[in-house]
């Protein structure tokens, strides 16, 4: 990584006005360091692009990855596609310790999904029952980096359909053991009983969100819960629904009237003012790289194009605290006029140095 001091020049975002932004380490300035390298001299600047449901410790395909280098890699094809900053929203694979790598995107992250026992994917969840799940919570709270990840529902195969994966009570001591850890906790939601529960119990992000009614939109809203809504992976539950239709006819339709309907869920909880930000969803069935293409999508469920680019930069970065840091992302092209850019950043500063 290149130490040198650098100076960039462009339409900084979201301020709109032509600006000389000058780099050292990780201090952004407007006043001129004295021989700084011009690295670019035009264009349109972004605080770097972030993915807030992401996992590097999940394989392509759905195994847990078996490495640090092969998180590593996986977090490198986001970089390329100008993910600065990434939430890795549950990982069965440890991997403390790249959030100190300087040529790794900034990384907040959760440890292991903490999942009902034999009711969620093999390998992915640490597994325990309602009453161990608070002390599991407050042990994964100190595994990640300020966050927990809960799975809040899945398929019941007795009942054939999605529900919660505990009762009321457990959901609440697990947003509670979490906040005593001092850590943030977010939760898989697909189905409607399991995000109404764990957003009346105060959790702070909802991930998906499928199920989510008006009422429960208003409450996130007036709450301030965040919601990331995935829409890439939504997008595939028709294809997750007929795989499994043959067995499962009640959750397949289930899950086809969920897909569906978010987009209409999306546009409610956005003019609602529910916090939203970009999750690709990526590992497992979703190629990594794919934040700008989610950030299309939230402009097609209705979001403004400026608030679309926002989900997915500057009040993404300051919700995960990354704001104010020497990470850039430079179009040649106005993402305002037109949001395809965003699939071809022509520079690329991460902490400080070019990487593109």
């Given at each position: 990584m290149n130490p040198m001091a650098l100076h960039v020049r462009g339409v900084l975002l979201p301020d709109d006005e032509v600006r000389d932004l000058w780099i050292e380490g990780d201090r952004l300035s407007f006043t001129a360091l004295p021989g700084a390298e011009t690295v670019s001299s035009r264009g349109f600047i972004l605080p770097g692009l972030v993915d807030a449901h992401c996992?590097?410790?999940?394989?392509?395909?759905g195994p847990p990855v078996t490495s640090v280098e092969q998180a590593k890699a996986l977090a490198m094809i986001d970089r390329?596609?100008?993910?600065?900053?990434?939430?890795?929203?549950?990982?069965?694979?440890?991997?403390?310790?790249?959030?100190?790598?300087?040529?790794?995107?900034r990384l907040a992250r959760a440890g292991r999904h903490v999942a009902p026992p034999r009711r969620y994917l093999?390998?992915?969840?640490?597994?325990?029952?309602?009453?161990?799940?608070p002390a599991e919570v407050t042990r994964q709270a100190h595994k990640g980096t300020e966050w927990v990840k809960l799975v809040g529902d899945w398929i019941d195969r007795d009942r054939g359909d999605l529900a919660?994966?505990?009762?009321?009570?457990?959901?609440?001591?697990a947003v509670a053991a979490a906040h005593a850890a001092g850590a943030r906790i977010t939760a898989h939601c697909f189905e409607e009983s399991s995000v109404a529960t764990l957003v009346r119990a105060g959790i702070d992000c909802v991930e998906h969100g499928t199920g989510l009614s008006l009422d429960v939109v208003d409450e996130m809203a007036r709450r301030g819960t965040a919601l990331v809504p995935t829409m890439l992976n939504v997008a595939r539950f028709e294809e997750i629904?007929?795989?499994?239709?043959a067995k499962y006819p009640l959750w397949a339709k289930h899950m086809r009237k969920l897909g569906r309907e978010f987009p209409k869920v999306v546009a409610a909880a956005y003019e609602a003012g529910v916090p939203l930000?970009?999750?690709?969803?990526?590992?497992?069935g979703i190629e990594h790289g794919q934040v700008a293409r989610e950030i299309l999508r939230l402009h097609r469920a209705g979001l403004s194009t400026v608030d679309a680019i926002a989900a997915g930069s500057w009040r993404a970065r300051e919700w995960l605290g990354f704001d104010?840091?020497?990470?850039?992302?430079?179009?040649?092209?106005?993402?305002?006029?037109d949001l395809t850019v965003l699939l071809e950043p022509a520079r690329i500063i991460l902490r400080g140095s070019v990487v593109k």
């Open positions: 996992h590097i410790g999940i394989a392509p395909g390329g596609a100008g993910v600065l900053a990434i939430r890795d929203a549950g990982s069965p694979f440890d991997y403390a310790g790249l959030e100190d790598d300087p040529e790794m995107p093999p390998e992915i969840g640490v597994e325990v029952p309602a009453e161990e799940v919660p994966a505990w009762d009321e009570a457990t959901f609440a001591k629904a007929a795989a499994g239709e930000y970009t999750g690709s969803d990526a590992g497992g104010g840091l020497a990470d850039l992302t430079i179009y040649e092209r106005d993402p305002r006029v």
